[in-house]
Structures are given as C-alpha cells and as structure tokens.
C-alpha cells in the first residue's frame, strides 16, 4: 500500500491519512461482512472500509490517529482474529 497522504479535515488542519490492510481470520460469511464493516466505519477516523471476503481481508483509509491496533481491536470485538 501506499504511504501517509496528507489530507485536509474539518477546522482546515493537516492530518495524514494511512491505508492499511489486515488479514482477517474466520471471516468467511457474506452476510458478516455487514456487521464488521459498520463495526470499522463507526470508528472516528475511519473514511473507508472495503472488506474482500473472497481473499480474507479488509482495506481501511483511515487518519493516523485512528491507529491499526484500536482497528485490530474492534475487529477482534467483532469476534474475528485480526493478523
């Protein structure tokens, strides 16, 4: 994936944006990724989830400041093991 971008949000501040991938085990259920995708979009910071059930993965653009262990987090609360 591609480094930090820069990216303007609200109050006109800098702050980079990352795209990060993460393997996710146990997802196998088209049906389950509804919930795991709200579950990531309700994080603050997330702008994008895209969730590839056939390859076991999920592709979030978020800000930094919304870091891959609090997304590790809320995947693993949403009962699948992120690695």
């Given at each position: 994936?591609?480094?930090?971008?820069?990216?303007?949000?609200?109050?006109?501040?800098?702050?980079?944006?990352?795209?990060?991938?993460?393997?996710?085990?146990?997802?196998?259920?088209?049906?389950?990724?509804?919930?795991?995708?709200?579950?990531?979009?309700?994080?603050?910071?997330?702008?994008?989830?895209?969730i590839?059930?056939?390859?076991?993965?999920?592709?979030?653009e978020?800000?930094?400041?919304?870091?891959?262990?609090?997304?590790?987090d809320?995947?693993?609360?949403?009962?699948?093991?992120?690695?």
């Amino acid at each position: 994936m591609n480094g930090p971008l820069p990216a303007d949000v609200s109050g006109g501040t800098a702050e980079t944006v990352v795209h990060s991938r993460i393997r996710i085990v146990g997802l196998n259920c088209p049906k389950c990724v509804v919930g795991l995708q709200a579950t990531l979009e309700a994080l603050p910071g997330v702008r994008q989830v895209a969730i590839h059930v056939e390859h076991g993965d999920v592709d979030v653009e978020h800000l930094q400041a919304c870091d891959r262990e609090r997304l590790f987090d809320a995947i693993e609360q949403a009962g699948y093991d992120a690695v």
